[in-house]
């Protein structure tokens, strides 16, 4: 308890110290459960140092922030594999038709600055799909995955396995 206590209090202290937070302590806050704040990223990575950003109040935008058509490049700088598949997913190919849908982009499934939870983001499919053929609720061959939706269909090319 006291080491949990411990680790709350530094979390809190490293929140309130970063550079962003003045402004954004609640986005600095959720950065830190992330996998990414684990492995020594900061928000550099995805804006850039934005220095006259922050020394402008906001009023000069950040030097970076991906349009939600261009996550998937943002994130393929270190993620081939997954941005390769996304972009042949019906997802990723929805930016590129000429209907204006609302698609799901890497971050609209596993979140900006916190990781979603496994179970939400079943939830969060079945805000866009919300009536699905009787074929999804099929018993599934393998269940491997933290994603009940992904027992059938691939992660991230969506493509239903054979198996
Ligand atoms: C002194 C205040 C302040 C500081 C410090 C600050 N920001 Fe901001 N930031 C703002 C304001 C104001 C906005 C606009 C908010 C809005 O539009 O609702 C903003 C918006 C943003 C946005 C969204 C821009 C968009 O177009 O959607 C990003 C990304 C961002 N800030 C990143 C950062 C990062 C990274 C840092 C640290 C390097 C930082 N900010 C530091 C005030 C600040
Ligand atoms: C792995 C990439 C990534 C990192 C790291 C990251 N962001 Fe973001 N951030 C994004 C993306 C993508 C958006 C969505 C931009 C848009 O509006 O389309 C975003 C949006 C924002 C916004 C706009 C409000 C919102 O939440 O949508 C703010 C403010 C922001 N980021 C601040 C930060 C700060 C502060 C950090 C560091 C603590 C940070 N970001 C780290 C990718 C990142
Ligand atoms: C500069 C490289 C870099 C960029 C850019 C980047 N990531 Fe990561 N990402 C990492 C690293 C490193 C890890 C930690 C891997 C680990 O711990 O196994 C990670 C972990 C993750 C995880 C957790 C995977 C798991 O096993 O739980 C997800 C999800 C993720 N990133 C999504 C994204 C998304 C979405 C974007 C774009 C908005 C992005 N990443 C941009 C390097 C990056
Ligand atoms: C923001 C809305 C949104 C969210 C969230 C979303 N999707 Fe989608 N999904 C779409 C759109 C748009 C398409 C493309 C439809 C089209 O091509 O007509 C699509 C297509 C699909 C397809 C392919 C359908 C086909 O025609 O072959 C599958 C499978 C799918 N989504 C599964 C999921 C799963 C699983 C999740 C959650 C992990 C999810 N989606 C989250 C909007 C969303
Ligand atoms: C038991 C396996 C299975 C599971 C679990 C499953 N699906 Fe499916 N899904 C399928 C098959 C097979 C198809 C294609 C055949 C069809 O359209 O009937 C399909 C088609 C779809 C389509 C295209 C529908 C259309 O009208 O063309 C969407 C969207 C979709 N699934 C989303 C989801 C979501 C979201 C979940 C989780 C809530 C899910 N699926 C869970 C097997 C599954
Ligand atoms: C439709 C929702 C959805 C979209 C869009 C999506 N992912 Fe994922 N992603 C998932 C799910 C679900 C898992 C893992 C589920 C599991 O463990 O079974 C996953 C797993 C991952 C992992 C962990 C490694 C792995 O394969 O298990 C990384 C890294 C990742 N995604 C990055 C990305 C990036 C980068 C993008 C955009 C190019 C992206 N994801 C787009 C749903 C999505």
Same mark, same amino acid.
């Given at each position: 308890?006291?080491?949990?206590?411990?680790?709350?209090?530094?979390?809190?202290?490293?929140?309130?110290?970063?550079?962003?937070?003045?402004?954004?302590?609640?986005?600095?806050?959720?950065?830190?459960?992330?996998?990414?704040?684990?492995?020594?990223?900061?928000?550099?990575?995805?804006?850039?140092?934005?220095?006259?950003?922050?020394?402008?109040?906001?009023?000069?935008?950040?030097?970076?922030?991906?349009?939600?058509?261009?996550?998937?490049?943002?994130?393929?700088?270190?993620?081939? =594999?997954?941005?390769?598949?996304?972009? #042949?997913?019906? @997802?990723?190919?929805?930016? &590129? $038709?000429? !209907?204006?849908?609302? *698609?799901?982009?890497?971050?609209?499934?596993?979140?900006?600055?916190?990781?979603?939870?496994? =179970?939400?983001?079943?939830?969060?499919? #079945?805000?866009? @799909?919300?009536?699905?053929? &009787? $074929?999804? !609720?099929?018993?599934? *061959?393998?269940?491997?995955?933290?994603?009940?939706?992904?027992?059938?269909?691939?992660?991230?090319?969506?493509?239903?396995?054979?198996?």
């Amino acid at each position: 308890m006291a080491l949990v206590l411990f680790l709350f209090a530094a979390l809190s202290v490293f929140a309130q110290e970063h550079r962003c937070a003045a402004c954004h302590a609640e986005t600095v806050a959720d950065f830190q459960s992330h996998k990414h704040a684990k492995n020594n990223m900061d928000c550099g990575i995805c804006h850039g140092a934005s220095e006259k950003h922050r020394t402008s109040v906001g009023n000069v935008p950040p030097d970076q922030v991906a349009a939600p058509s261009e996550v998937s490049k943002l994130c393929g700088n270190c993620h081939l =594999a997954e941005k390769q598949q996304y972009e #042949q997913s019906p @997802h990723g190919r929805a930016y &590129a $038709s000429e !209907k204006k849908v609302k *698609t799901a982009n890497c971050n609209t499934c596993h979140g900006h600055h916190a990781l979603r939870s496994w =179970a939400k983001q079943v939830e969060n499919c #079945q805000r866009c @799909h919300t009536t699905l053929p &009787a $074929s999804c !609720k099929a018993q599934p *061959t393998s269940v491997n995955t933290r994603v009940a939706c992904m027992s059938c269909h691939a992660r991230h090319t969506l493509a239903v396995s054979s198996r």
